[in-house]
């Protein structure tokens, strides 16, 4: 089991930018895709994006896709997820995921170990 622990968020004002991090420790993330989702108060966790294990191939939401850039570095067992634009229908709670195997997925189903997630607040 890997453990996956987000950092780097916080409040923003609309049209700031934020970078989230994901660091992975206990064993490799490399063969696993990876994902960020999103859950804000009452309502369901969301897919946000997602990435392939080598870093090739990404997915988005529609209603983030221009704005967010999902990357990793296996090297450093890391996964981050840049935020630009950012709208107060962006605030949630953030969670890092990483998949069961090395395809990507928009499916929360698909994800087996999850971060304790990092909240981003953003204001209008």
């Known amino acids: 089991q890997v453990q996956l622990v987000e950092s780097g968020g916080g409040l923003a004002q609309a049209g700031d930018s934020l970078r989230l991090s994901c660091a992975a420790s206990g064993r490799t993330i490399s063969g696993n895709a990876m994902g960020w989702f999103r859950q804000a108060p009452g309502k369901e966790r969301e897919f946000v994006a997602t990435i392939s294990w080598r870093g090739h191939n990404t997915d988005y939401a529609a209603s983030v896709k221009g704005r967010f850039t999902i990357s990793r570095d296996n090297a450093k067992n890391m996964v981050y997820l840049q935020m630009n634009s950012l709208k107060p229908e962006d605030t949630a709670v953030y969670y890092c995921?990483?998949?069961?195997?090395?395809?990507?997925?928009?499916?929360?189903?698909?994800?087996?170990?999850w971060g304790q997630g990092t909240q981003v607040t953003v204001s209008s």
């Open positions: 995921a990483a998949a069961k195997g090395a395809y990507r997925s928009d499916l929360v189903g698909e994800y087996d170990d």
